[in-house]
Every structure is written in structure tokens, then in C-alpha cells.
């Protein structure tokens, strides 16, 4: 696909810059040529008001001398016969053939006549003896004059525009088909039982929506290995009573081969039910780890959560935000201890904030980690770090309660961290960066460090514009 779309880039651009291009440089020549004859055209016009006062060799060399505006030995005059007394003069260079200039004298108007190393502009001028022809020699090299510069400069623009357009379409399409590398990756590590894989939803709309799909799916599928095997362990567990009762009948059966046979079998049976229970349990257990490092869509859990608290809200006339959350956002936590992390930190704003409070919950997504703001309006958390503590609160003003334990567990299980500061709205932020593939919120990348940067304006904004906010804060 990459390759493709550089190819197409080719070819458009290259057509579109020999449409433009080969016209333009015609044009160039011909203004070069124009430009060439233009001048002899002037030095010619020169010349004419001279010879209609007077056809006397010595003032027509003089005006021919003042009318050389470049090299010498360019513009000739053919004066005709009878005009000084006798025959034919000719005054400067003569490089045109008599025929060419009959040929002028017989049009009445200015004609180009082929000579040796370039052109020559005849000029027909009447005077009194008859037709005075002016002879202006254009040389090749001036007809072409800065045409082959101008051709460069348009040959390196084209170019430029080739690579240029070649370049973006290489950018493009590697930011289509690193998405779908890394979905067809995502596919063959599930293929071979890597059950915690899943795909960042990132390129273009049609990938995201496979991504999210392939996501979807592998979501599915863990549940569905996790259901059968809770089955048999469920069963496993089921045959327990059962065997009890075998093995009781059996050692009723007192001596002989066929009792110990019937023991030996139910000793057997209990084994491989054993055994049936041991692996059932260890692959859920499994089965959870893989749910966890794959993580849910954090946007969709603190939609499905807010939909409950909105309710509530409504009832104590709280006003309620939710910014970020409109786009998947993946995070490594398992999607229950998410749930119970917004629970625990809106039950708090709801219990320790009065009636009418608003708060607000923000997603922030970086490369490197995805932080979730819950942040109100109330009086603010007395002392920040015993809340994070287990068993600080007692319901009082500022208390957080347990809650929050569980939130600093969750955050730390994934390499994060929970802070608890002001927030813009003049209360209590809680700031819970979840780090991405296992990695500290210390060590990400350098939009990591700009996003810790850019909240941490946001909350100087907010203390400068709380009102009495810092009566309420450590």
C-alpha cells in the first residue's frame, strides 16, 4: 500500500509538472527571442528619423556609431542609388544577401532574413532617392539568451515538487500501514494463544474501526474461554459427591480382586478430577492476568458509569462535565477494577461535598500513559496523603473514606501513581495516571512530560482564579 501510493504520487505530480512546465519553458524562449528582436527593432527605429533629414555618409556613420548600444560591427544602412550622385552606398556591417534586401525594399515592412551565426532585421526606411534599408544583426547566442537558466530553475522546481509529493505520500502511507502492521501482529499473537493482545486504535477511521472490531473480538473470545472453563470446573466440582459416595461403596466392598479393582478406579477418577480442577483454576487465573494486561477502553467504562451518576446528580442539582471520553481509550487495567476506581472516586465527591457541588471527569491521553481527572468543586481534602491511605476517614468534612485505596492500587498495578491537588472548579482534584505498557509516569516520553506539564499550568490557572480556595487547602 505504501509503495502504491508513492507510485501514484509519481506519476500525478510528473504529469502535472510536465503540463506546466515544458508550456512555460516554450513560453520562455519565445520571450527570450521577442526580447532579442525587440532591441534591434529599437536600435533600428533609431536610425530612422536620421536618414529622413539626411543620406550624407558622414552624419549617417556618426548616427550610426551613437545607435551601437552593444557590440560594434551589428547595424548596416543600404542607402540607394542616386542619393549621393551615384550608385548604391552601404554604411556599417552588411551581412545580409542582396536578394534579402530587394526582397525588404519590394514589402514595404520589416522582415528577417537567415544569416551566417544568426538573424538580421531589415528595416525598410523611404528617403528621398527612394528605400533605405536598415540591416540589424541579431545573433543566435541572443535569441536564446537566459533560456537555459530559466529551464533550470523551472527542471529544479519540478523537482523539488516530485520529491516533495513523493516524501508526503511516503508519510502517509506509513501512517496507514504501521496501523494495519501492527493489527495483522495483534492477529497472529492471538492466533497463537496470546489471549492479552490487543491494537492501539490510532490511523485512519477505517483501521480504528477494525481495530476496534479485532479489540472487540478478543474481548469476546477471552469470555468465552473463561465461561468454558469455569464449566468444567464447575463440573469438576460437581462429580465431588458423587465420588465420595463411590469411594465409600468401595470400601464397603471389602477383599477380593474386583474391590480392589473398584477402589483402584475411583482413586483414579479422583485424580483426574483433581487434576481437571488444578488446570480449571490455573487457567482462570490465567484467563484474569490476560484480561488485565489487555486492558478496556476507559472511555467507554467512564461513559457507562457516568450514565449511573448523572442520575443522582440530577437529584442534588449538581452540575456535571465529562471531557475526553467521545474516542476509545485504551488503558491496562481489567475493566471491574476501572468501574470500581470511578465508583470509589465519585461516591466520595457525592458523600464529603455538599448538595449542588459540581464536578467534572477528564481523560487526557499521552504516548506513554492516560490520566483520569476527577475533580469538584467542594471544600477540598484537608490533608492529601492520608487520604491515600487505607483506613483514613471517618465521614467528616474533607474525607475521602477507603475509596481511594482502591484507586492508588489500580494506578500502581499498571506503573502509575494517583495525586490528589486543587482543581480548577476551587476543590478537590484527583489525578490518576495510568501508565502504559508497564512504563513509570517518571520515565515516558517527552509528550508524557508535556501533558504532567500542561495540567500542572492548569492547576496554577485554577488557584489564581478560585475564589478562597486556599483557605481550604493544606
Known amino acids: 500500500m505504501r509503495w502504491a501510493l508513492v507510485k501514484v504520487a509519481l506519476a500525478v505530480t510528473t504529469m502535472v509538472v510536465v503540463a506546466f512546465a515544458v508550456p512555460l519553458g516554450l513560453v520562455v524562449k519565445e520571450m527570450a527571442s521577442d526580447r532579442a528582436y525587440g532591441g534591434a527593432e529599437r536600435q533600428a527605429a533609431a536610425l530612422g528619423p536620421v536618414l529622413a533629414i539626411t543620406t550624407d555618409r558622414t552624419q549617417l556613420e556618426r548616427a550610426l556609431a551613437s545607435a551601437e548600444t552593444g557590440p560594434g560591427e551589428r547595424i548596416g544602412i543600404h542607402v540607394p542609388a542616386g542619393a549621393q550622385g551615384g550608385g548604391p552606398a552601404e554604411i556599417g556591417a552588411r551581412r545580409a ?32 532617392s527612394g528605400i533605405a534599408v536598415i540591416e540589424v544583426y541579431v545573433p543566435d547566442a541572443a535569441l536564446t539568451n537566459g533560456v537555459a537558466t530559466s ?24 501512517r496507514m500501514v504501521r496501523p494495519a502492521g501492527r493489527l495483522a501482529v495483534a492477529a497472529h499473537d492471538l492466533g497463537r494463544g496470546d489471549l492479552g493482545v490487543r491494537v492501539r486504535e490510532d490511523g485512519p477511521k477505517e483501521l480504528r474501526s477494525a481495530a476496534s472490531a479485532f479489540n472487540s473480538m478478543a474481548d469476546q473470545v477471552v469470555q468465552l474461554l473463561a465461561n468454558e472453563r469455569e464449566l468444567a470446573a464447575d463440573l469438576s466440582h460437581r462429580l465431588r459427591t458423587p465420588l465420595t459416595v463411590l469411594r465409600l461403596n468401595a470400601a464397603s466392598l471389602g477383599d477380593g480382586p474386583a474391590a480392589e479393582q473398584t477402589r483402584a478406579a475411583v482413586e483414579q477418577l479422583e485424580r483426574e478430577v483433581d487434576q481437571i480442577i488444578r488446570t480449571a483454576r490455573a487457567q482462570r487465573e490465567q484467563s484474569a492476568q490476560a484480561a488485565a494486561a489487555a486492558g478496556c477502553d476507559a472511555a467507554e467504562v467512564i461513559r457507562e458509569r457516568m450514565d449511573f451518576w448523572s442520575a443522582l446528580a440530577e437529584d442534588e442539582g449538581r452540575t456535571v462535565r465529562v471531557a475526553g471520553a467521545d474516542r476509545p481509550v485504551r488503558v491496562p487495567a481489567a475493566r471491574p477494577d476501572l468501574a470500581a476506581a470511578l465508583d470509589a472516586m465519585l461516591g466520595n465527591v457525592f458523600r464529603h461535598t455538599p448538595e449542588g457541588t459540581a464536578f467534572a471527569v477528564d481523560v487526557h491521553n499521552a504516548d506513554d500513559a492516560v490520566i483520569v481527572l476527577v475533580s469538584d468543586a467542594g471544600p477540598g481534602i ?42 480548577v472548579l476551587g476543590g478537590t482534584e484527583v489525578r490518576v495516571w495510568l501508565a502504559l505498557d508497564g512504563r513509570r509516569a517518571a520515565g515516558g516520553t517527552r509528550r508524557g512530560h508535556r501533558l504532567r506539564r500542561r495540567l500542572g499550568a492548569r492547576r496554577r490557572r485554577g488557584a489564581r482564579t478560585a475564589p478562597d480556595a486556599g483557605d481550604r487547602r493544606p
Do not use: K, N
Not at 519590394?106 to 538580421?120: N, Y
Open 151 to 174: 529551464w533550470a530553475i523551472l527542471a529544479g522546481v519540478g523537482l523539488a515538487l516530485v520529491i516533495g509529493s513523493v516524501a508526503v505520500a511516503d508519510r502517509l502511507g506509513t
Open 97 to 128: 544577401a542582396p536578394a534579402d534586401i530587394a526582397a525588404a525594399v519590394r514589402l514595404g515592412r520589416a522582415s528577417i532574413a537567415q544569416v551566417p551565426g544568426g538573424t538580421a532585421l531589415l528595416q525598410p526606411t523611404a528617403v528621398a
Open 382 to 423: 484537608a490533608d492529601p496523603a492520608a487520604a491515600l491511605r487505607r483506613g483514613h476517614g471517618g465521614g467528616g468534612a474533607g474525607s475521602t473514606g477507603l475509596g481511594l485505596d482502591i484507586v492508588r492500587r489500580l494506578a500502581e498495578s499498571t506503573g502509575g501513581d494517583v495525586r490528589i491537588g486543587r482543581s
